[in-house]
């Protein structure tokens, strides 16, 4: 299974209005998670998304198995994709053409965000996910990826919370980090502290991005203070555990 992120050029200030576009109660999830090709046969699969927003900065992480081009093609071909992109149009910097599936298409390949940082130390379907948004100086950009190198190990947290995926992405000046995890977050963010994880955050900070809140904050709180509020999580993972 593989991990890619899509950026939204969302304006600040909206985040209740662009939540509820992505509720529950309003998205029309995929018809089928299965990705077939032009004569019906499988390529791929959706295993699960997560959908996150922190002021201007909205990513989706996607993790799939097949071919990332595959997966926008399929998703260009959902009702539901296409409602919420022209409810969300308002909310967005810049307009793009979606509505047709060359427009989709197009529109996701360019919104891929880089990459930096892809550690899977477990590969299953997803059943958590969290992430954490910082804004970085554009000097900073070159050294990010030897940074993140060593961030957020395969670390099992106190009460048996486990690690399964460190990744970070990068969009203009933003940094989008995601942790995939079974379990209690908070036991994960303290076996995640008890490997060091502080130590990311305050190169992080020399760097150019944001900093740490306060001197003596703790990973966990300094995790927290970052996190992006999740919209939605969708993921095989979480309907075969119910």
């Known amino acids: 299974m593989a991990y890619a992120a899509i950026s939204y050029d969302i304006k600040p ?5 662009v939540a509820e576009i992505f509720s529950p109660a309003n998205f029309k999830r995929a018809s089928s998670p299965v990705i077939r090709d032009a004569r019906r046969r499988v390529v791929g699969h959706i295993i699960g998304t997560g959908l996150f927003l922190r002021g ?3 990513a989706r992480v996607i993790q ?3 071919e990332l081009d595959d997966v926008a093609r399929h998703m260009a071909a959902q009702a539901g ?3 919420a992109e022209r409810a969300i149009m308002p909310y967005l910097r810049t307009p793009r053409d979606t509505e047709t599936e060359a427009g989709f298409i197009a529109h996701f390949q360019r919104s ?4 930096l940082a892809n550690r899977v130390y477990n590969d299953r379907p997803l059943t958590g996910i969290a992430a954490v948004a910082d804004r970085v100086t554009p000097q900073a950009a070159p050294g ?6 060593d961030a957020w190990p395969e670390v099992t947290g106190p009460e048996g919370g486990e690690v399964h995926a460190a990744l970070a992405y990068l969009v203009g000046d933003r940094l989008i980090r995601a942790l995939v995890y079974r379990g209690d977050l908070d036991d994960v963010l303290r076996g995640l502290a008890d490997a060091g ?3 990311t955050e305050r190169r992080l ?3 150019g991005a944001d900093g740490v809140p306060d001197e003596g904050a703790s990973f966990p709180e300094i995790f927290r203070a970052k996190s992006m509020n999740c919209l939605s999580c969708l993921s095989i993972g979480l309907l075969t555990r119910q």
Do not use: N, P, R, S
Request: glycine content about 10%; some cysteine; hydrophobic content about 50%.
């Open 197 to 199: 994880a502080l130590e």
């Open 64 to 66: 799939y198995d097949g």
């Open 13 to 17: 200030g909206f985040d209740a209005e």
């Open 112 to 115: 891929t965000m880089t990459c």
């Open 205 to 207: 900070a020399l760097a």
């Open 56 to 58: 201007d900065a909205m």
């Open 81 to 83: 994709v296409h409602e």
């Open 144 to 149: 990010l990826g030897q940074i993140l190198a």
